[in-house]
């Protein structure tokens, strides 16, 4: 007897055993397609503070934009015009404490004037000392007290944390800038000096139990940390969110003029997944353990690439549609354009396009930043034509208005023009 192969039904089971094991991760990155890009990296904190097998990166967010780099700015904000405004670390052949010297020279005391020129050779590039006050009175025959004065003159003029003797306490010092600008809870300096190193090391419990806060303050001050503080001396130790808005999605312009879209994903933000099976018990609970918190990591990492890459196919097609609008800002250059139609351009949900869009913020390139739903809609133009056509002393009322706008190609109806009258504040 020949052996008949399988029915459609055992067909058709296979074939959704991966879309259904797949739906979970699915739904839950269409989740974060909805978040924005503060509350994406508010989950990144938490999730760093949590798993121990997620960790950053070395290095800091680019004081331009935001993105994690080993150091200095990224290369997105070295090749954009007016970056300069951005103090983040020495560029090779510039001395970044110039004008410390001439600074501090009228804040000295005169007679420790040879003082200061030798304590400002012992600054590194990062703005640290590069041994102790003593060691260098030791060192070039001087009084401590001199080497002292020299300091204190030094850090009088200078940034917050200028010739701090540690990496630590340059960081308190910077933590103190913030908390004497009310911008930081009292407690962060002390959190800085007493438990970095416990934080680092995932100890957040030590730290909950060492300074009796809850863990909801103590999470609230590694982010801040993270985000606030620099291991090296900025003149400026104010969020970047004061230099530049934050941003969901990034347009750039490349050297031939083109326009690019950037939206941050897991690489952004500096995310890795480390391996620690190494040393780790050969018991199978720890084996467990350990797998979970990787499936946990490389899930958030799925999630924040999937909302990026939404984000970004979704631009790219709204950017390509309004080039004209983005090159010259002028509104009469808006083309009418929905959610939908984008949907169906790329092959996505209308509902994902607009769960996508709502809330999020787009940073053009001189650096402005602007609603994401400026790309979208179909009034913007029309409103342009109508601002115009009353200005220039044309139709009265809204009838002949909705007439000479279709007669441009504007087809409206009446109580269209009388909204967009009152919204430009030209009621008749």
């Known amino acids: 007897m020949a052996t008949e192969g399988p029915g459609p039904g055992l067909q058709l089971q296979a074939g959704l055993q991966p879309e259904l094991r797949a739906l979970p991760g699915l739904l839950r ?10 509350e994406v990296q508010l989950a990144t904190e938490r999730a760093l503070a949590d798993n121990p097998v997620l960790e950053r990166a070395e290095g800091h967010p680019c004081p ?7 150091s200095g700015t990224c290369f997105r904000c070295r090749s954009q015009s007016g970056v300069s405004q951005f103090r983040d670390g020495p560029e090779p052949a510039v001395n970044p404490f110039a004008s410390l010297e001439a600074d501090a020279g009228v804040e000295v005391h005169p007679d420790c004037r040879h003082a200061l020129d030798l304590v400002l050779a012992h600054l590194t590039s990062r703005g640290l000392l590069d041994c102790e006050p003593e060691q260098i009175a030791r060192q070039h025959g001087l009084r401590p007290d001199q080497v002292h004065e020299a300091l204190r003159a030094i850090r009088a003029v200078g940034p917050p944390g200028i010739a701090s003797t540690s990496v630590v306490e340059l ?17 962060l300096p002390h959190l800085v000096r007493a438990h970095l190193a416990d934080l680092a090391a995932g100890s957040t419990a030590v730290v909950v139990r060492a300074m009796g806060l809850p863990e909801e303050q103590v999470l609230a001050g590694l982010a801040m940390v993270r985000e606030r503080l620099r291991p090296f001396v900025a003149v400026e130790t104010r969020a970047a969110a004061a230099g530049v808005p ?12 083109s326009l690019e879209v950037e939206v ?12 620690l099976s190494a040393g780790l018990p050969a018991a199978s609970g720890a084996k467990q353990w ?44 808006h083309l009418p354009l929905t959610r939908t139609a984008v949907a169906q351009e790329i092959g996505l949900h209308p509902s994902t396009v607009s769960r996508a869009v709502s809330g999020k913020r787009l940073r053009l390139p001189s650096g402005t930043v602007t609603d994401l739903a400026c790309l979208f809609g179909k009034g913007l133009a029309a409103r342009a034509a109508l601002q115009e056509s009353i200005a220039a002393g044309g139709a009265a009322s809204d009838e002949q208005l909705r007439a000479e706008l279709a007669r441009s190609g504007f087809v409206i109806a009446r109580r269209t023009v009388n909204k967009y009258r009152r919204s430009l504040q030209l009621d008749s």
């Open 290 to 333: 350990l797998t979970d918190h990787e499936l946990a990591a490389r899930r958030l990492l799925y999630q924040i690439d999937r909302r990026a890459g939404a984000l970004l196919r979704i631009t790219e097609c709204a950017v390509a549609h309004q080039k004209d609008f983005l090159e010259h800002g002028d509104a009469g250059r």
């Open 171 to 187: 960081l308190a010092i910077q933590a103190e800038a913030l908390v004497d600008a009310g911008e930081a809870p009292d407690w």
């Open 264 to 275: 941050p994903a897991s690489a952004w933000f500096g995310l890795q997944v480390v391996d």
């Open 64 to 70: 331009g934009c935001g993105r994690h780099v080993a």
């Open 29 to 38: 990155a269409l989740g974060m397609l909805a978040m924005t890009h503060a």
């Open 246 to 257: 934050p941003a969901d999605v990034f347009l750039y312009r490349r050297p031939d003029g």
